[in-house]
């Protein structure tokens, strides 16, 4: 009976442990889940490594148009991709030209300050920044500027975003729940400015 016991006791503790590992792999992102979110801008501070490649190593600051020099390579525009598509590609070019399967590292060494602004209707209107390796959703982005106030316009909130050089409005309605074009998932980009107009009554 002893041993029954002590059997049901081990597997209780055994299934303790398996819960406390798989809620800590939860609530800590692998580098593998920051490196598909993030998204290289300019001003980071990229250092690419290249396995038994040793001169190509090297250390670079994106520029303001999301280039990057890199050896053999001249210029390569890595701004607005995330980590895994930058060394992706980074890996296609110097297998192109240059390379037999070469194995590539690209770490972000210091993220350049990333912000976003707020005007019109809300209670704080400004200008947040957005953590590093952080993703900022539309509410959040709402609520850093400290909600809507009582005559904000909520179902047509302008975006003014830059595209190639040139400002692009998107318009989001922040009281939709559709699938499609729903504000809980639309994410605030560094340099957006969102604009809440006065609501009509």
């Known amino acids: 009976m002893r041993r029954y016991w002590a059997r049901i006791w081990f597997v209780g503790q055994v299934i303790l442990l398996l819960s406390g590992e798989l809620q800590a792999q939860g609530n800590n992102p692998s ?3 920051i490196g598909s979110v993030y998204r290289i801008s300019p001003n980071d501070l990229i250092h690419i490594k290249v396995y038994q490649e040793d001169d190509l190593e090297t250390k670079l600051r994106v520029s303001a148009d999301g280039s990057a020099t890199f ?10 991709k995330s980590v895994d598509e930058a060394t992706a590609l980074i890996r296609r070019e110097l297998a192109r030209d240059y ?3 070469p194995q590539v590292t690209l770490v972000v060494l ?6 976003f602004t707020v005007l019109g209707q809300v209670q704080k209107p400004g200008s947040f920044e957005i953590p590093s390796e952080e993703v900022v959703y539309f509410p959040q982005a709402i609520a850093l500027a400290g909600g809507f106030t009582r ?5 047509k909130v302008s975006v ?3 595209f190639g050089g040139k400002a692009t409005t998107i318009y989001i309605d922040a009281t939709s729940r559709s699938a499609s074009g729903d504000p809980q998932t639309f994410q605030v980009l560094p340099g957006d400015t969102i604009t809440v107009e006065e609501g009509l009554f």
């Open 160 to 162: 003014t975003r830059q």
């Open 31 to 33: 580098s593998e889940a």
């Open 110 to 115: 210091e993220y350049s300050k990333k912000r």
């Open 99 to 101: 390379l037999v399967n």
């Open 151 to 155: 005559i904000a316009k909520k179902s």
């Open 71 to 80: 050896p053999l390579l001249g210029a390569v525009q890595l701004g607005g």
